[in-house]
């Protein structure tokens, strides 16, 4: 019987057999490697990563698509919300450090699905995801550009990043309304740790006006916290390198300067190059200088 796509899924099912061959071969699966298929959908994407594995795993929230799925006997299928997956757990199950994530993901709620995996970053080896163009102009976006924002931030501190390749509507059924990309994303090298809610908590301060200087956003958000490092806060938030934002946290965790006192929240992996580079030019001072740039 012949699935209809489901708009509360958000469901575009991948058609296009030029498509599919050129983001295999960007993911380039080897058997034996442990992945994931976040939506296989119809599963075109799916057949042709098994053929090279031998072994899948999928997750898919539609009752009628995990039910076709079952019946494939090389697929490990998980009837969930992506959601509610712990990818660590997972990893740990499956007797491996680290998972090759995939999809073509559900555009509604393809941000939400990426901070998720954020929080899973330590246990993911690569990410490569079918999003709206637009959602990985954002992502990939540098400084000083109109696309630079939150998600270019929260996004480029944890992964390297680069666009693989686009696709049109028409490569979908039924086709959606907007251009899609595909994106390649690698968790950065670990060598400490930061505090994310910390991080976050800064980068939406920053960009709540992004119009204005940052002396009216995030430069009275740190007189209210006391912060005794120095920062510019005559420039826009989208003029602040990735690295910055960073620093800027790893400092106020340093000095113990949250909110509330102790740590917000979980801490994660954080680059340290990033941070040297943010110091050595200058732009933040961490420990010397005692007050904030007007």
Not at 35 to 59: F, W
Not at 68 to 89: G, M, P, W, Y
Not at 240 to 251: G, K, M, N, R, T
Not at 261 to 266: D, F
Request: hydrophobic fraction near 40%; include cysteine.
């Amino acid at each position: 019987m012949k699935h209809i796509p489901r708009k509360r899924f958000g469901q575009h099912f991948l058609t296009d057999a030029g498509v599919v061959e050129a983001i295999v071969s960007a993911i380039d699966p080897g058997p034996g490697q442990v992945m994931v298929e976040i939506g296989p959908g119809l599963g075109a994407l799916t057949q042709p990563l098994v053929d090279r594995l031998g072994h899948l795993i999928v997750i898919e929230l539609d009752r009628d698509l995990a039910t076709r799925l079952r019946r494939h006997k090389q697929l490990t299928v998980i009837e969930s919300d992506v959601l509610k997956v712990n990818f660590a757990q997972l990893a740990k199950t499956r007797g491996t450090n680290k998972l090759r994530v995939v999809g073509n993901l559900p555009y509604n709620i393809s941000t939400p699905i990426l901070f998720h995996l954020l929080d899973c970053s330590e246990a993911i080896e690569d990410q490569h995801f079918m999003l709206q163009k637009e959602v990985v102009d954002r992502m990939v976006a540098q400084p000083a550009t109109a696309e630079y924002g939150r998600l270019s931030v929260m996004m480029q501190w944890r992964y390297a990043m680069e666009r693989v390749l686009c696709v049109p509507p028409g490569s979908f059924q039924p086709p959606p309304r907007v251009d899609s990309a595909v994106v390649r994303m690698v968790p950065r090298a670990i060598s400490a740790v930061l505090d994310v809610k910390l991080l976050s908590e800064i980068v939406r301060v920053a960009f709540s006006q992004r119009r204005k200087l940052l002396r009216h956003t995030l430069g009275k958000w740190l007189q209210e916290k006391a912060y005794c490092g120095e920062f510019d806060i005559q420039r826009r938030a989208e003029e602040v390198p990735v690295a910055e934002y960073q620093a800027l946290a790893a400092s106020m965790q340093q000095k113990g300067q949250f909110s509330d006192g102790p740590p917000l929240g979980k801490l994660a992996p954080l680059g340290g190059s990033a941070v040297r580079e943010a110091t050595s030019v200058g732009a933040i001072t961490m420990l010397q200088s005692t007050n904030i740039r007007h």
